[in-house]
């Protein structure tokens, strides 16, 4: 109720679409409180959509217990100096900052089994792929407008555990509920809507 009260495009969005919205939030154990950051519930085409926030996919992982470590970071102009796919290696130097703009995102893991990756995205290569799959990327309400940082922090984390991480349940339904409308949701299974 409290963030229908907080917004005038969710009090008119479809009032089932809330509720399902929220229950993944419960079923995940993430608050829907914007001031933390786990989870949101924005409008959308006169529909709620479940949003996870990138500190929502860390406190789902944390309580995997199936990471050593895991961090999402950005790197500033000078700083960046090289990024091998291959061997999965980067190399930079925290100390050559020289402006205050951003150029790279990187998120990290590193299982308790030992298995450690990153994955490293430009800026560009981040507003590229919000331009590709975010359906609200042009609107001034995007997160991509709003709140470009935690949004991008998001994106290479996300993109980092669907392909690499360990996914317990509660991350697999996080994945697929992400950016969805919920249209039904009993336990573990969830019908979505992109």
Request: aromatic share 10%.
């Amino acid at each position: 109720l409290q963030v229908v009260n907080n917004s005038a495009l969710l009090s008119k969005a479809d009032p089932m679409t809330i509720l399902h919205a929220a229950t993944v939030a419960a079923t995940l154990d993430l608050p829907i409180n914007s001031n933390l950051g786990f989870a949101y519930i924005v409008p959308y085409k006169g529909q709620a959509q479940f949003q996870m926030g990138y500190k929502g996919f860390i406190q789902l992982a944390i309580r995997s217990a199936q990471y050593r470590k895991i961090n999402v970071a950005e790197l500033y102009e000078g700083q960046f100096i090289s990024y091998d796919p291959i061997t999965d290696t980067l190399e930079y130097d925290i100390n050559n900052k020289i402006s205050d703009t951003v150029t790279h995102y990187i998120a990290y893991c590193k299982t308790v089994n030992g298995f450690d990756k990153y994955n490293v995205m430009s800026k560009d290569e981040i507003i590229n792929h919000a331009k590709k799959f975010s359906k609200t990327y042009s609107s001034k309400y995007s997160p991509c407008v709003t709140n470009f940082e935690s949004m991008a922090k998001k994106t290479v984390l996300k993109l980092l555990l669907s392909k690499f991480g360990i996914l317990s349940i509660e991350m697999q339904i996080a994945q697929k509920a992400d950016q969805a409308v919920i249209e039904e949701i009993d336990g573990e299974n969830i019908e979505v809507e992109y």
